[in-house]
Structures are given as structure tokens and as C-alpha cells.
């Protein structure tokens, strides 16, 4: 990229001038998802009658959380420039590993669960590497790993369930009911992690140099950047959220099968795009990529209620999926310069 | 046309010919019998070349001359195979750019100013954040690093930009220069490297950035550049020093040729190679 390409026409106007309440609001990358999730919301409130029942709240707000937690992983991960296609498979990788060590081998469950990260972190560690050192594009390293995982899953438990009749202590922490309300721990995680990750990224070093090694590698290196180390955290950062969050799911539904987390990866990354984040590095937002996993799961929980059979949701993300890039790159917002 | 544009008009260019460059100073930067191979290929030859400070001295010379091996020398991304470098009076030995960095060489190029998705003061301060202990951690101080990179960009006088805040996309390449020139004079650079500064710029532009130039010299920092352009060396550099085959074949103080017979001196010597 060039100097010269990199310069948009759309800067036409010319000296300093106050910006108008308008464009601040334009500015908020979340502005835009919040408004659709609103009218999702709208839609299904007006189609059934029970879109704010406790049951439809916990449906929602579960399926949302685990995705949110994946997706914040992801997104600190796109932001600096980098995919992960192997969150979804480690999203039942690791709670099989913390069950299996647990439930079927009686070691001490936090013991379990502290061995169980520690893997789903060292995958994060092998994606890293790889990517780094050999310079392939990440795409390419972690669809390696989504098969390696696949394999796995399937090795460790051919097929069966694992199943947790009577939830322990730490599934507790991680999974059980908030009191009478119809919500789960996973909520809770969700906002204790976004809340965490929005402050790395706006207040610590950390988040600008995250930020400048997607946007562009080289003046970031030349700036003083570590930006293979960079990457590589972030490729950790996303490989333990999804671990955790599976560990979540597990902790609520009491069971896991190498199913779970099918096209999460995928999901994630979606509810990602919808949030604002560039799929070319450099932008994003961690509330936009939550606001993007509740756009996703309310979509998905609302069809079903309006009669929709379960598995046709995802047509419609797919659908929406590609009109939000289009319009991202339309309002010339999509990864800055690249757009 | 470029160059009647930049004695037209520039208030700058006025004091020019006060200017004088104190040699009996200690040089910021000094190469001694400097020579280069790669592998077998011997393209440096015993290199003698010193900047002072508040000096700028530009590299020209016709392709394969050499300039940009001297200049990855000057910034730590080549170490040569023979003779020293003192910086500041003292030997010096780098083998890594963020090392000639660290002790205040500080190289701009047109293509990596800048991160384009970053705000104006998240780039001023990029690998350099201020941040202020609360705590266990170490916070961005944004307050300070705004009003620092407000006041630093307002004295550059940069038009198009509102707000430090802004994402810096919309900057052009000669302002994405002057923002870097403004930074590492900010962060107390010794030695700036410039490569090709004014390469497919403006007339407004390359203008800017030459303006920026001279004010980093003036505030005593050495300036080393590569131009290609004899229309935008003459009016800033301080000394021209002519390179041919990686040697240094002549040095030339300010005022002693003109364009035409500096244009000429780069082709006649080349015919005769």
C-alpha cells in the first residue's frame, strides 16, 4: 500500500470545525449493530407473544454469552490482524479435557479445569507459532488446528456424551442459575471478560499496540511494536476464551459432546463483523463483537419461536452477514484505508 | 516549476543563508573508513562521512551509487563489514534498528509513518505511551499524551486535522512525514534519516515536509537525506555530498553549484563510468 492509495476522497472538507451530535453518533462503532439488534428485537416483540418470557431470556442470553466470550477472543485476535477457525473445535476440546480428568478420573476439579486452560492455551500458543515463525496466513494454521481438534474430540470421546448429573462446585461457578432470575453465570462472565478486554484495549499499552499491528505491521514494527509477540498473545487470548466458554457451556448444560461448539468459529467471527470489527485488522470494538453474539442469538431463538425450523436461522445470518460487509464498505468505514 | 515554487513566497527560506553549522562541535554522527560488501560484493568503499548538529547533508547520487546501504548503515539495518561509527564522540556499534533508535537516530520513511486506523495521538505516541501508575497497572495517560500531540501538531500546522482523536487515514504521505519529523524531535532525536522525503509529493507538500526539515535542524538535530530530486536538495542541505560507485567522489557546501551543474555533475560522472 501506498501513500497514494491509502488517501480517501472523503476528506474533502477543509479547515478545523466542530463536528455535529450526528457525526459523534456515527463515529460509535456499536451505534450501528445496537440499532439492529433493537429492531430484531422490535420485530419478534411484534411477531410472538413470548419473545420476553424467562424461557425465551435464558434461551437468548446463554447461547449469547458463550458466543460473546469466543467472539471477544476473536476479536482482540482479528484487531491485531490474525483469523482463529480452530475456537469452535476447542470449544469442546477443552471441557472434554476438564470433564474427562474430573468426572471420569476423579482428580480435584480445579485442578481439572486449571490443567484444561492450560491446554486450550497451548493451542493458542501452537497457532501463534506457526503463523509467526513460518509466516503463513493464520487462516490456513488454524483450519490445521480446527482438523487437529476435530480429530481429537473424536478420539477422546468417539461419540458418547459426558455427562455431570450432579453439578460441582466450580461447574457452579461457571454455569448455574443467577438466583430466580432467568440467567446464568455465563452472563455474568460475559460482562466481567468484555468489561475487562474493552479496558485492555482502550486504557493499557497493550490495547494500542494491538490496534496498530492489525492496522499496519510495518510503521508499528518500525514504531518499536513487538508485533509477532502481539499476535501471539492474542492467538493465547483467543484460544482460552474459547476454552473457557466451553467450559461454561459444559458447567450449564451438565454434559458435553464433541458436537458442541460446532460453527462457532464461524459464529464468532460473524458476530465480530456484525459488531464493526475489519476482517483486514487494525478496527474493532468488544461490545460491538457482544452486541454482534446477541444480534446473532436473538435472531436465531426468534425464528424458532415464529415457526421457523431450528436449523434455517443461520441462511439468514449468512444473509445478513454479507449485507452488513457490503454496507460496511459502503459507508467507507471497513478497515480504514483498505476500503 | 517545483523549485520557483519553493523560493516563491517561503518565509523560510529567507534566513537560509545565515545559516551556519558550527564543525568544531563533535559530529552527531560520524562514519570512519567505513566499507560495505554483501556477500562478495564490495559496494561501500572507505567511507569517511560526518553530520553535525543542526546540519543537513543530503545523499545524492545516480542508482547503485550507494546512498541507501549508508543510510541502512546510519539506521542499524546493516552493520558494516569495516571501519567505525561514533555517535555523539563515542564508538558505537548497533546491529538492530531499535538499537540506533534507543540512543537517537531516528529513521522516517514515507510508508511507515504512519498506522492509518490509529488516532492522530495513539500514532505520536506509539511504542512510546506515557502512562501513569494506578495501582498494579500501568494506565495510558491519554489526557496527557492529547494535549502533548495537540500542542506538537497544532506548531506543525496541519489544516486538514480537527482532532487529535481522528483516525490519521485522510493525512497525506508529505503529512504523514512531517508528523513523524514532529515526533522523533518530540521524543529528543539526535540524528534524522530521511529516505527520498519528497518522492511523489505535492509542490505543498514536498514544500511542508522541507520545512519540517529545517525546522529539525534548527533545533540542532543533524539531518541526513536521500533525494533524487536536485530542485529539493539544494534549497535545505547544508553540504551535498556526491557518491559514485560507493565512494565518496566530492562534498559541496551550500551555494558552490547550481542545479544545472549538480545535475550535471551526477550525469557526467556516470557517462564516464
Redesign the interface.
Known amino acids: 500500500?501506498?501513500?497514494?492509495t491509502?488517501?480517501?476522497s472523503?476528506?474533502l472538507h477543509?479547515?478545523?470545525?466542530q463536528?455535529s451530535v450526528i457525526e459523534q453518533l456515527l463515529g460509535i462503532r456499536e451505534l450501528a449493530p445496537g440499532l439492529g439488534l433493537i429492531v430484531v428485537a422490535l420485530f419478534f416483540t411484534a411477531q410472538t407473544a413470548n419473545f420476553w418470557s424467562p424461557q425465551t431470556m435464558t434461551a437468548i442470553t446463554t447461547v449469547a454469552s458463550t458466543i460473546a466470550i469466543v467472539s471477544i477472543g476473536v476479536t482482540m485476535l482479528m484487531i491485531s490482524g490474525e483469523f482463529d477457525l480452530s475456537v469452535g473445535q476447542n470449544f469442546a476440546f477443552t471441557p472434554i479435557i476438564w470433564a474427562l480428568l474430573f468426572v471420569s478420573n476423579g482428580i480435584n476439579e480445579w485442578v481439572a479445569l486449571v490443567i484444561a486452560l492450560v491446554v486450550a492455551c497451548l493451542v493458542g500458543v501452537v497457532n501463534g507459532l506457526v503463523t509467526t515463525i513460518f509466516a503463513i496466513p493464520s487462516f490456513i494454521a488454524t483450519l490445521g488446528m480446527f482438523f487437529v481438534l476435530q480429530g481429537m474430540n473424536n478420539l477422546l470421546i468417539s461419540g458418547h456424551q459426558l455427562i455431570m448429573f450432579d453439578p460441582s462446585i466450580a461447574m457452579s461457578v461457571l454455569g448455574a442459575r443467577l438466583g430466580t432470575t432467568p440467567f446464568y453465570m455465563p452472563l455474568l462472565w460475559m460482562f466481567v471478560i468484555a468489561g475487562a478486554f474493552w479496558f485492555v484495549l482502550a486504557?493499557?499499552?497493550y490495547?494500542?499496540?494491538t490496534?496498530?499491528t492489525?492496522?499496519?505491521v510495518?510503521?508499528?514494527k518500525?514504531?518499536?511494536?513487538p508485533t509477532a509477540r502481539v499476535k501471539r498473545i492474542n492467538f493465547v487470548v483467543s484460544a482460552f476464551l474459547a476454552g473457557l466458554a466451553g467450559c461454561m457451556q459444559f458447567a450449564y448444560i451438565r454434559g458435553v459432546t464433541q458436537g458442541q461448539g460446532q460453527n462457532y468459529e464461524l459464529l464468532a467471527i460473524t458476530a465480530a463483523v456484525l459488531g464493526g470489527t475489519?476482517l483486514f485488522g487494525?478496527?474493532g470494538t468488544i461490545w460491538g463483537s457482544v452486541i454482534g453474539a446477541f444480534l446473532l442469538s436473538a435472531i436465531q431463538i426468534g425464528l424458532v419461536l415464529i415457526g421457523v425450523p431450528g436449523s434455517f436461522y443461520v441462511t439468514f445470518i449468512g444473509v445478513m452477514l454479507v449485507i452488513v460487509v457490503i454496507a460496511n464498505v459502503r459507508l467507507g468505514r471497513f478497515?480504514?484505508?483498505q476500503a | 516549476m517545483s523549485n520557483a515554487e519553493l523560493h516563491s513566497g517561503a518565509p523560510e527560506s529567507a534566513p537560509e543563508h545565515n545559516h551556519h553549522v558550527d564543525r568544531s562541535a563533535t559530529p552527531v554522527f560520524e562514519l570512519k573508513s567505513i566499507s560495505h560488501s554483501y556477500g562478495r560484493n564490495r559496494v561501500i568503499f572507505d567511507v569517511n562521512l560526518a553530520v553535525w548538529p543542526g546540519e543537513v547533508v543530503a545523499l545524492v547520487g545516480d542508482n547503485g551509487a550507494g546512498k541507501s546501504t549508508l543510510l541502512k548503515i546510519f539506521a542499524g539495518y546493516q552493520r558494516p563489514t569495516a571501519g567505525t561509527l561514533r555517535f555523539m564522540g563515542k564508538d558505537v556499534q548497533f546491529s538492530t534498528p531499535a538499537a540506533a533508535r534507543a540512543i537517537g537516530i531516528e529513521a522516517v520513511y514515507q510508508d511507515l509513518a504512519i498506522v492509518d486506523q490509529l488516532s492522530l495521538w495513539r500514532n505520536f505516541f506509539l511504542g512510546k505511551e506515557i502512562v501513569r501508575k494506578v495501582g498494579p497497572l500501568n494506565l495510558l495517560d491519554r489526557n496527557e499524551m492529547r494535549s502533548q500531540a495537540q500542542k506538537a501538531i497544532t506548531q506543525l500546522g496541519l489544516t486538514r486535522v480537527h482532532t487529535v482523536d481522528e483516525a490519521v487515514w485522510s493525512l497525506s504521505g508529505g503529512e504523514r512525514q512531517s508528523v513523524a519529523i514532529t515526533r522523533a524531535m518530540h521524543f529528543g532525536a539526535k540524528l534524522l534519516l530521511l529516505d527520498e522525503p519528497t518522492a511523489a509529493l505535492s509542490v505543498r507538500e514536498t514544500r511542508n515536509v522541507l520545512h519540517n526539515i529545517r525546522r529539525a535542524r534548527d533545533q540542532g538535530l543533524g539531518v541526513l537525506y536521500i533525494d533524487h530530486n536536485m530542485g529539493h536538495v539544494l534549497p535545505v542541505a547544508d553540504r551535498i555530498v556526491l557518491l559514485e560507485l560507493g565512494r565518496v567522489v566530492r562534498v559541496i557546501d551550500r551555494g558552490e553549484v547550481s542545479i544545472e551543474e549538480l545535475q550535471d555533475l551526477i550525469a557526467r560522472r556516470t557517462d564516464h563510468a
Open positions: 500500500m501506498t501513500s497514494e491509502s488517501r480517501p472523503a476528506m477543509g479547515g478545523p470545525r463536528k486504557r493499557l499499552r490495547g494500542n499496540w490496534f496498530a492489525g492496522g499496519r510495518g510503521p508499528a518500525a514504531m518499536g511494536v475489519s487494525g478496527t478497515g480504514g484505508s
